[in-house]
């Protein structure tokens, strides 16, 4: 439990690398890249996982790279969206119960969860099991006026809102986010991509 968010806290922040539309097809993997920070300004470390494109192991990754990880004293999780290298849709649940720790979701625009649910009965045999997925996470909490949102499991909104504040060091998107998203874009293209 958080009693006062601190400047330093220490969190960790997923996001994947891209993939091509043809490595959709042959289910082919993409880069999960974890940051851990003090707050905004310290990185304390990088974690790695292959993620299968459209897959079902995300969870399984997340899980696995924080409960085997040095990092024992991570307060909060952080993650760009729930749905990571394509389709393949984070369990937030079992994400908070497996690992102890709260799970923040952060977003920049309300996701269409009927235009989701459509495209996951059009293509995927498995299409209920991860619509139920997208429908038992938490309702979004506008953050930033048509900017930012957030979902949280595991913390009140309050709490949830002064972890994003404290880890946001430009712009609206935490520290750990978007150094984990320009690091698993540079492992995958060669580069980084600008949050």
Known sequence: MIRKVKPQIRVLGFDDGTFSFSSKLKHEKTIL??????????VVGVLSRWITVDGRDVTDAMINSVN??????????LLKGI?????????LERLHNETGLPVVVVVRKKPDILAMED?????????????????????????VPDKLYFQTVGLDE????????VTTRTGFI?????????????????ESKRE
């Open 33 to 42: 890249i974890g940051v851990v920070m003090k707050g905004s300004l310290e």
């Open 174 to 190: 935490p520290e750990p986010l978007r150094l984990a998203h320009m690091i698993a874009s540079a492992v995958m293209t060669g």
């Open 158 to 165: 309050k709490t949830a809102a002064e972890v994003i504040k």
């Open 83 to 91: 749905t990571y290298a394509g389709f393949n849709v984070v369990d």
């Open 68 to 77: 085997s990880s040095r990092f024992k004293d991570l307060r909060v999780i």
């Open 119 to 143: 495209a996951l009965r059009k293509h995927f045999r498995d299409a209920e099991e991860r619509i139920a997925l997208l429908r038992k996470t938490p309702p979004l909490v506008e953050l």
